[in-house]
């Protein structure tokens, strides 16, 4: 033991790597339906370890926080934006409801089991893990005019219920958000992700890694001229029926030749015609047979982004830019549009905007062509852009650091409420600017995965000796309690979202009741388990109104204790 004490005190960042490795293998086991996960997992192991002595810096918790929900409010920033208003009504009362039920599970248990106010101040901040009101009831403690002793006792009870009851108030948030959500509502937060999802996106079927279509809408094939012969590339174009297609490439005696709009083909040459699938497989009957191979025929074709910024363009219909683009589109095919990241339905008289971004599919060449006339191509990067987020993180801190006083009432963000507020702004920003802040999605999902878990870890690193002294010395009574105050509020919000709000899709409701609490580390949980962003919109907004009315019930249990 004193060995390994003695290593985690020259380097405590062993402590926290072997809290995430340890953490996210217990968290791999499944029992029936409840899964511990890694965030949890990091947390019991961290608190396992924390029984040997460490001492880890605070600094390192505040980055890894700072990290993982600056990259939260990133990814959602443009469909947060566009959520806020009447929409968000329901979030607003679920962030109301938490308060209030934790507000009055606090004071009922304080009156049962006779516990001062230091010690219900400190259980409120630790079973609803709102450290704020630690601050905000120890200020309203010296203000009582009390005995210096005595308001000194009260204030250090206030630490003491705090750290018996925050450890299982991160734990327990995951379990309601996670394992009984879902079997409250019978559906999974995956399988209700992937259905917002496809809402959101207009039916657009979206493939994980490694998945593509059986049946791609795009192909090319290669056809032996017979039934063509004597037609020109041109003719045969306007002929097709069903969808689009070009003529990219002819093989005649052997040779490769150029591709012109008024070449006429003949018997025995080689094309190849790409284009919807729709129109490209009935082409035997128009030009000849299909071939399988040919040498020299094949090419390379990709997809790009462009960012639509020529005034020709913006503002048009698309009919309208149909009409005026007919010598450009020859070989380009657009997969989709999308404004804000939603896709737009393509119809005669959708509008297409500035900043619009349009996924077109080709050859290089042909790309390039529409590209230069249409805006600006995003080229895929697997860099990220350090300056843009650099200082969108240095802004969220700053407005972290702002203070406003209510009354004797000290209200913040904080640095979490900070850089959520950044990063949400700063990706609706990056929405509207899309050649600014690139960010890979695998450099994303790294800061919010070792954010979160090392935040917990660190939580538990720094916390869990003290707490599982204090239980020892004191009995479990104030951890049954903590226990209380963190499952029944949550319960409460839980049935008030279903029954009365009428939340029916369990990724979004997960993501509001995560919110509601402020549980940074539930909601990690809940984001892995849907696997895409949905959950994020109500999180961001009920954890922002979660910030300010948890704050608000440090001075409120102190009053009413």
Partial sequence: MSFLQSIFQQSPEIALFLSLAGGYWIGKFQFGKFQLGGVAGSLLVAVVLSQIGITIDNGIKAVLFALFIYAVGFESGPQFFRSLGRKSIREIVMAAVLAISGLVTVVVLAKMFGLDKGLAAGIAAGGLTQSAIIGTASSAIGKLGLAADETQRLQANVAIGYAVTYIFGSFGAIIVCVNILPWFMGRSIRDEAVKAEAEMLAGAKVYGPGETPALPDLVGRLFQVLQAAGRTISEIERSATGAALAIERVKRAGAIIGVEPDLKLQTGDIVLVVGRRAGVVGMADTIGPETQSSDGMDMVVATRDVVVGNKEFAGKTVAEIIEATKELRHGVFVLQVKRGGNPLTLV?????????????????????????????????????????????????????????????????????????LAGLAFGWYRSRNMTLGNMPTAASTLLRDLGLAGFVAVVGLQSGQQAVHTIAANGISIFLIGVVVTILPLIITMLVGRYILRYDNTAI?????????????????????????????????????ANVFLTLLGPLVVAFV
């Fill in 509 to 545: 409701f997960a993501g509001a009741l995560s919110g509601s609490r402020s549980a940074n580390p539930a909601f990690g949980e809940i984001l892995d388990k849907a696997g895409n962003t949905v959950p994020t919109t109500p999180f961001a907004i009920t954890y922002a109104l």
């Fill in 348 to 420: 005669a008289d959708t509008r297409i905007e500035a900043g619009d971004l349009v996924t077109v599919h080709g050859l290089q060449e042909d790309l390039q062509r529409i590209a230069k006339r249409v805006g600006t191509v995003i080229t895929p990067s697997d860099k990220t852009d350090f300056v843009f987020h650099g200082l969108g993180i240095v802004i969220g801190l700053l407005i972290g650091l702002a203070v406003i006083r209510i009354g004797s009432i000290p209200l913040t963000l904080g640095s979490g409420g900070g850089a959520l």
